[in-house]
């Protein structure tokens, strides 16, 4: 997995997800630099393909058989970016590639929801561009909230109950599913909690990118703790 040099979740909760498969799986990761989540020239300059294809060299040095960008910039930056940075990596390493973005987009889909309450922690701009591309790539967003937060480090720093918080906020009742985008956001430490309180499913990026990868290497065990999608329902 490749992952934001800022991040501090995507490793230890990634790995606690995967912790029960024991052996029958290893996980690795690499990074790219990104301290700063806007729209500007600086901030989308972080996550040019260019140093996406090197850190997916790097993981392929080690002979992967899934590489993932463990990140959600597609998310705000449209799908066509994370298609190409898919299909250039692919072409690179001959092994199958995904983003979170994407993973969620078929989360969503395997779960059959095709509405549902967007939560982020990021700056309105970027929280709209989101929302934006999710209902271009059909999914309709029926709630919404957001925290303002652009310090990447700091979106690590939110507190559970403020997650949870957040996701109740857009559980409406039209919401099909409850989506939480960042992956440096501990959402799916919360996700059983919140799908407990709410009676809906909790499409987390973090986590649906661990499922994604999972079944991508052929791995369809269940997993408890994390959520329906991981537990088996998708």
Not at 63 to 75: E, H, Q
Not at 100 to 129: F, K, N, Q, W
Not at 196 to 203: I, K, Q, S
Request: with cysteine; proline share 4%.
């Amino acid at each position: 997995m490749i992952t934001p040099s800022s991040n501090t979740v995507v490793e230890p909760l990634t790995a606690r997800i995967f912790a029960p498969l024991g052996d029958e799986v290893s996980l690795h990761f690499t990074r790219i630099r990104v301290t700063r989540i806007a729209l500007d020239e600086e901030s989308l300059a972080q996550f040019e393909e260019a140093r996406m294809r090197e850190a997916a060299a790097l993981l392929a040095d080690a002979g992967m058989d899934v590489i993932a960008w463990n990140g959600t910039s597609g998310s705000w930056q449209g799908l066509a970016a994370d298609e190409a940075l898919v299909a250039r990596v692919q072409a690179d390493t001959g092994v199958p590639v995904t983003t979170s973005t994407l993973d969620v987009l078929e989360a969503c889909r395997t779960l059959g929801v095709t509405s549902c309450g967007l939560a982020t922690p990021y700056l309105a701009e970027i929280h709209d561009a989101i929302a934006r591309t999710y209902a271009a790539a059909g999914l309709r967003i029926a709630a919404s909230a957001h925290l303002g937060v652009t310090v990447n480090r700091e979106f690590a720093e939110i507190p559970r109950a403020r997650i949870a918080a957040l996701l109740r906020k857009v559980a409406v009742p039209d919401a099909g599913a409850l989506v939480s985008v960042c992956t440096n956001l501990a959402a799916a430490a919360v996700i059983d909690e919140v799908e407990r309180g709410t009676g809906r499913p909790v499409v987390d990026s973090l986590a649906a990118t661990a499922w994604r990868t999972l079944r991508l290497a052929g791995v369809r065990t269940p997993v408890p703790g994390f959520g329906r999608l991981l537990a088996g329902d998708g």
